[in-house]
């Protein structure tokens, strides 16, 4: 009798431990793995401004980006400057590392070409959402910031932007300083196509009289992969201003308004992957390739022939231990075709 009494307390163990795991295999079947997008885009910016995606943890991306001369405005010698090609507008130098799968801290040097120059910028960039493939979260969302600061030279003139008298203290060193913050909300709609909204407040300590030293901005962004290595870019960002504050107009290429003080930046460009590095080739109306310079003082227009050529070269290399089973660079950055069905 005591052993069928121990049997059977064993067969009712047995058959709870199978209830478990049938309960269990229901329960994970019920609730299926949360499958994220990836590459919405394929580097941390589109062409000048910055995309929702962020530095793998552990990895550090270099970049080197270059802005010419016009190509065929009237006040331009074509010929002689070779379409632009002899004159450096702007040049960019930047380092990206990966903190987490979601922080990435960024430094960076710039020649600028707005009225302070010499811009030296740290940034910060947080992933707060990810896009799933059943898209239950339809947005990728990132906010971003960053601090310039000049290092020109004092331009002795009071009138000017660059002027920090000698004695100015606190005052002098501030009137150097310029922030952007950013909301980033991307979504891939498709395996191709990738669009991105990017609500912007832009802040300078010094400003000319006629300006504030506010301005808001509202960001568009796309990207139109055709193979896994390339795709088209674009950008354009309208200043929500105001109209005349600081010279700025709604639309003034679409309205013909010739030689004002500002167009908004239109920026369209060709990407594509070779040997690990990532090519940007555009065509844009900007100067400038930091936000605080590009955004707020743009005076070149399309329509004039005031636009340019402008390249990115951009390289990531791993710095730390990748997890296990992780593929975020095959071959540099290619996008992994298994883990791109959208």
């Not at 995309?51 to 080197?64: H, M, T, Y």
């Not at 030279?153 to 005052?171: E, I, V």
Request: charged share 20%; aromatic share 16%.
């Amino acid at each position: 009798m005591k052993h069928l009494f121990t049997l059977a307390f064993a067969l009712c163990l047995m058959s709870a431990y199978a209830q478990d795991d049938i309960m269990n295999e229901l329960e994970s079947e019920q609730k299926p793995k949360k499958e994220y997008v990836s590459y919405t885009f394929k580097t941390t910016r589109v062409i000048s401004a910055h995309s929702v995606e962020v530095v793998k943890k552990g990895a550090l991306d270099f970049r080197i980006s270059h802005r010419f001369g016009d190509i065929a405005s009237s006040g331009n010698d074509h010929i002689h400057s070779m379409f632009g090609f002899d004159q450096a507008a702007d040049i960019l130098f930047a380092f990206e590392y990966g903190v987490t799968d979601d922080l990435t801290l960024g430094i960076g040097r710039a020649k600028g070409a707005g009225p302070l120059r010499e811009l030296w910028n740290a940034n910060i960039k947080y992933r707060v959402l990810k896009q799933t493939r059943d898209f239950k979260n339809p947005f990728t969302i990132t906010l971003f910031a960053n601090a310039s600061i000049s290092s020109m030279r004092n331009s002795g003139d009071p009138t000017s932007l660059n002027y920090f008298p000698k004695g100015g203290g606190y005052a002098n060193f501030a009137n150097r300083m310029a922030y952007t913050v950013q909301g980033l909300f991307g979504i891939k709609a498709t395996k191709w196509l990738s669009v991105q909204f990017t609500p912007t407040f832009v802040w300078h300590n010094n400003v000319a009289y006629n300006d504030n030293n506010y301005l808001f901005l509202m960001g568009f962004s796309a990207r139109a992969k055709f193979t896994q290595r390339a795709g088209f870019i674009f950008e354009y960002f309208l200043p929500l201003t105001k109209p005349g504050v600081g010279g700025r107009e709604y639309f003034p290429m679409v309205r013909g308004m010739k030689n004002a003080m500002y167009y908004p930046a239109l920026n369209v460009g060709f990407e594509f992957e070779t040997g690990g590095h990532i090519f940007h080739i555009n065509v844009t109306n900007t100067r400038g390739m930091l936000e605080q310079d590009f955004l707020a003082y743009n005076t070149a227009n399309w329509a004039q022939g005031e636009f340019r050529l402008g390249f990115t070269i951009s390289r990531t290399f791993q710095l730390g231990k990748k997890g296990k089973g992780e593929k975020y660079w095959k071959k540099g950055s290619v996008e992994d075709a298994k883990n791109n069905k959208q």
